[in-house]
């Protein structure tokens, strides 16, 4: 079943003036529940545009979405969609407000309407699953904490919630490589464990190709390619977004153009060095 | 006439710290960068780099030691102004530095200080919008653009002073794959066409591949400075820097038998070997 149907979204930003600019152009796909989708696409190609419409945070100039089979547009059911999708946004760690990180997690808890025991369980549920130690946080400010941990405080808060939906754009922009993995590995896991589906924005792809079960390209608005990761690798047309792809799929693409038989489907820098062997070895 | 050129020598930076303990950001560094070099500066977090790059137009002073700029020490006051025309700094994050509402008029906000006469501030920005890829946006406003093209909103502004040295901290951690691709491309663009010396720090090793050469910096001391190719093939001594994917791929081929040159960092570099490979085996 799908979770989420997107039927020819299109949304522009200052419409009717001279600086009116397109973000989704007739946007098609699905996604179904339980799969960890990844979105990617260069800056400005419409990715974070697209997940504002999953909560009913923006609306499509024309076109539906309907999450969990109905539409976005219906005004009554706008006020219920924030507890069905969790939406953590670019540089979350940007909108902490509260003086502990207790009273952070607790925010969207209260507003949900949980007595204070359920609240208090699922706030060190959620700090543990972020791997922070509830003890420890609880009565400290998340304004003393390094940039890494107020990011899994953000998460955590969304986390809490326990939506069935979760959407994250870009979670690991601006972390080292230790903090984005450390995310990463949290989202798979929750994921797993409590079966919700996974909508999840990267500016780096190579994080998704181990990642996602399916991939979207947005490309200047438009889907580019929608399928699993490996087919979308394997596909004849990337060249024109083929920026995106890390070097070592980018080498196997310009080869293919080169003329060699050789199939692009690879997702690890190991498959690509295999599947080279295998050509020069006369394979191809 | 004095050296043309970067040099550090002996260079020592001290930050005060907490109880007098005074926190050292740079030891002991000596360094020289020729003009027309294109740079990387990698280490760490904490290893010194944005320091470095502070002390390279003044906004730094050294503790001990002597940053020379074309022969002007930077600790001279009266040269001051003249230095930070001579090398122009872009940050991570370009929002930090772009002050007007429209990009021609951000372009031209440099030029527009040394009283130039209009045209040559035409000029400049016309070179700038051309040299960055930016003449559509000319009339934006800068929030508008993207990360990408903010960040070469700043670059042109900087290139507006026409500087001799371009020295760029972090400009691509804010940007996206494809952006931080494009971004490296134009840099090395000013290098080989305006003859612009590029320092450029960055995490990412695959922006520094193309680099001549890259300068290690380990708890502020200075750690290795050779060829892309050889750090990267030493990897496992110098901790935290993941070599770029293409140094791996290279690694697996040979180890499959396969003859490759070691010196491969890019991935020009390696399709052309590879073709050439695959005709002397068929």
């Known amino acids: 079943m799908s979770i989420i149907e997107i039927c020819d979204l299109t949304y522009s930003y200052n419409p009717h003036t001279s600086f009116e600019k397109k973000a989704l152009d007739n946007i098609s796909f699905t996604i179904e529940k339980g799969e960890f989708l990844g979105i990617v696409g260069t800056n400005g190609s419409g990715k974070s545009t697209l997940i504002q419409h999953f909560n009913g945070l923006l609306w499509p100039e024309s076109g539906n979405i309907f999450v969990l089979g109905r539409n976005t547009r219906d005004k009554n059911y706008r006020d219920q969609l924030w507890k069905k999708v969790g939406l953590v946004f670019q540089f979350p760690e940007q909108q902490l407000f509260e003086a502990t990180v207790f009273d952070e997690l607790a925010y969207g808890l209260r507003n949900m309407g949980l007595n204070k025991q359920e609240i208090d369980t699922r706030v060190n549920e959620a700090l543990e699953n972020v791997g922070l130690d509830p003890e420890q946080l609880r009565t400290s400010s998340p304004f003393c904490l390094s940039g890494g941990m107020m990011r899994r405080v953000a998460v955590a808060s969304i986390l809490a919630m326990k939506q069935e939906i979760l959407v994250l754009d870009e979670p690991t922009a601006g972390l080292d490589p230790e903090g984005s993995a450390h995310i990463l590995q949290t989202i798979k896991k929750y994921q797993q464990e409590n079966k919700v589906t996974v909508v999840l924005v990267s500016h780096c792809i190579n994080e998704l190709i181990l990642l996602a079960d399916r991939l979207v390209v947005l490309d200047n608005g438009k889907v580019g390619a929608w399928g699993s990761t490996r087919d979308v690798l394997a596909q004849d047309d990337l060249q024109h977004y083929d920026r995106l792809f890390p070097d070592y799929i980018r080498i196997l693409f310009d080869l293919k153009k080169h003329g060699w038989k050789i199939n692009t489907g690879m997702l690890t820098v190991e498959e690509a060095a295999n599947e080279l062997g295998r050509v020069l070895k006369g394979g191809g | ?282």
């Not at chain 2, 970067?6 to 001290?14: A, N, P, S, Y």
């Not at chain 2, 740079?26 to 002390?55: C, D, H, Q």
């Not at chain 2, 494809?178 to 080989?192: G, M, P, Q, V």
């Not at chain 2, 290279?250 to 490759?260: I, P």
């Open chain 2, 1 to 282: 006439m004095s050296f043309k050129g970067i040099q550090l020598l002996d260079v020592t930076k001290e930050y005060p710290g907490n109880q007098d303990i005074k926190t050292c950001a740079l030891k002991k560094v000596n360094l020289t960068i020729k003009p027309g070099e294109f740079v990387g500066i990698v280490g760490k977090n904490a290893s010194g780099k944005t320091t470095l790059a502070r002390l390279l137009n003044g906004l730094l002073l050294p503790s001990q030691g002597r940053v020379m700029i074309n022969g002007m020490d930077t600790r001279d006051r009266r040269m001051r102004m003249e230095i930070r025309r001579r090398v122009a700094m872009v940050f991570q994050n370009p929002e930090n530095q772009i002050v007007s509402p429209v990009v021609e008029e951000e372009i031209a906000f440099g030029p527009e200080n040394l009283n130039l006469p209009h045209h040559e501030i035409s000029r400049r920005v016309e070179e700038g919008l051309k040299l960055m890829g930016l003449r559509e946006f000319r009339h934006y406003a800068p929030h508008l653009l993207s990360g990408g093209q903010k960040q070469r909103v700043a670059i042109a502004s900087a290139l507006a002073m026409q500087p001799d040295y371009l020295v760029l901290d972090e400009p691509t951690s804010m940007l996206d794959q494809s952006c931080r691709r494009e971004l490296i491309e134009h840099l090395h663009i000013l290098n080989k066409q305006q003859g612009i010396t590029i320092v450029l720090i960055s995490h990412c090793m695959e922006d520094l591949a193309g680099a001549d050469r890259l300068v290690v910096l380990q708890q502020g001391s200075l750690f290795a400075d050779a060829p892309p190719w050889e750090i990267f093939r030493q990897d496992d001594k110098i901790v935290g820097l993941k070599p770029p994917d293409i140094v791996r791929m290279v690694e697996l081929l040979q180890k499959m038998g396969f003859n490759l040159d070691n010196k491969i960092t890019t991935r020009a570099e390696m399709v052309d070997q590879l073709c050439r490979l695959s005709k002397s085996v068929i």
